[in-house]
């Protein structure tokens, strides 16, 4: 089992599995973005209250969980760096840092886009949107920060301390519309007593949140290929991919 964890912690080997991978993953990609962008703009039906525009629902709903979900990784990351001095825990983390900023500003941008015609403003401080963005300069922060210190080590520390102490902020964001008074529409899928779309709908939803998932995981990897390679750019499995041709 060690010897398992040792060989996923060692860059040579992720960068070979990495590179292997992520073609597959960006073109599974890209078939269910267009599979889900059509099932949802053209297939499903339009809303008994909000007629077409709830559609924007297939690109927010998936990036705003999406936000979450990438921030979860990255602090989780940031702690197995901190307790376990695994380096590549904080690649994982860095490379995560600017695609979950990505995903944020997204989903506060169609937020704002769906809630002009639907609250009849483009903006509110409504607690679900105000704890998102608290999450998007949570991001910004991480980046700010380890562009700040010089020292790499000190650096990565820095911002793995922010990044955990940081994940507070993820419930909030999930529970905000049950703990608050909120203009934010309550969960529809994740409901004790089952979804609350018809079935026309939800699966388009489902294939764009797998879309953004394998993109997340695409651009994951590519980034941590990028990362190890800067970070070990002296070692010697870098300089024999390097004369053999295969980076």
């Known amino acids: 089992?060690?010897?398992?964890?040792?060989?996923?912690?060692?860059?040579?080997?992720?960068?070979?599995v990495s590179k292997a991978i992520s073609p597959w993953i960006g073109v599974a990609s890209l078939i269910l973005f267009a599979w889900g962008l059509y099932m949802g703009l053209v297939k499903a039906p339009p809303d008994y209250e909000q007629?077409?525009?709830y559609r924007i629902i297939y690109?927010?709903?998936?990036a705003a969980w999406m936000s979450m979900f990438v921030y979860v990784v990255m602090a989780i990351s940031s702690a197995i760096f901190i307790i376990w001095?695994?380096?590549l825990a904080d690649v994982v983390a860095e490379s995560s840092a600017l695609i979950g900023a990505s995903f944020t500003f997204l989903a506060l941008v169609t937020g704002s886009i769906w809630g002009r015609p639907t609250w009849g403003t483009w903006w509110e401080w409504d607690a679900r949107l105000t704890s998102e963005l608290v999450l998007l300069f949570l991001y910004l922060g991480y980046m700010a920060l380890r562009a700040a210190i010089e020292h790499p080590q000190s650096a990565a520390r820095a911002a793995a301390i922010l990044a955990i102490v940081g994940v507070i902020n993820i419930p909030i964001i999930h529970f905000s519309v049950e703990w608050w008074?909120?203009?934010h529409q309550p969960?529809?899928?994740t409901r004790a007593d089952g979804p609350k779309m018809h079935i026309s709908m939800l699966i388009p939803l489902f294939i764009m949140l797998g879309a953004f998932q394998l993109y997340y995981f695409h651009h994951l990897l590519v980034k941590m290929r990028a990362g190890m390679l800067m970070r070990d750019r002296r070692a010697r499995w870098v300089s024999e991919r390097v004369e053999g041709g295969r980076l």
């Open 51 to 53: 007629g077409e525009v």
């Open 85 to 87: 001095r695994l380096k």
């Open 187 to 189: 969960a529809t899928i």
């Open 181 to 183: 008074n909120s203009l």
């Open 59 to 62: 690109v927010h709903v998936p």
């Open 1 to 16: 089992m060690f010897k398992w964890i040792h060989k996923f912690g060692s860059p040579p080997f992720v960068y070979g």
